[in-house]
């Protein structure tokens, strides 16, 4: 009796380190966005208000609050299709997928971006000095670029799923 109590004790704290929340399937990130468009590059100034209202929770978190999604739970980590990635926010091309490369990182990674679709900025928060990539279009972020990616750049953009739209190649 004791070792099958011990063993339930077991089970339900190993239960309890699975993640609460996984995004295996991602959330409905654009929920009537009149701000998401994969045409235009009319860079999008909104209050958080406003973002608060066309954008799912989790989008928001991450996209407007800078949050980062726990790592090897976003839909695209371990994904390989062909296609583009675009912000999840505003649509803003970001990556081609022929860019991506695994990275072990927990996160999606690529080693090139659409020069034209992000920004840079600073970032000294939890005690690091790492820069923030951010959609040039709406500011959202998407998480940050380390120098350990492979050739031909060297670079490694660590992205969240969820700030992240695919759409595969022909559409």
Request: net charge neutral; with cysteine; charged share 25%.
């Amino acid at each position: 009796m004791k070792s099958i109590i011990i063993s339930l004790v077991g089970i339900f704290s190993l239960l309890q380190c699975l993640p609460k929340n996984s995004n295996m399937e991602k959330p409905q990130s654009i929920k009537k966005n009149p701000y998401y468009s994969r045409t235009d590059s009319t860079p999008v100034k909104l209050s958080n208000e406003e973002w608060h209202k066309v954008l799912s929770p989790e989008l928001y978190s991450i996209a407007r609050e800078a949050a980062t999604e726990r790592p090897f739970t976003g839909i695209y980590n371990d994904f390989d299709k062909k296609g583009n990635y675009y912000c999840a926010a505003c649509g803003n091309h970001l990556f081609k997928s022929d860019y991506k490369f695994a990275s072990s990182c927990g996160w999606p990674s690529f080693f090139e971006v659409n020069k034209e679709g992000v920004i840079y900025k600073r970032d000294s928060s939890h005690g690091m000095e790492r820069t923030e990539v951010l959609c040039k279009r709406c500011e959202a972020h998407l998480g940050h670029v380390f120098n350990d990616g492979p050739p031909p750049t060297g670079i490694r953009y660590c992205m969240n799923s969820i700030s992240l739209d695919f759409v595969p190649e022909g559409e």
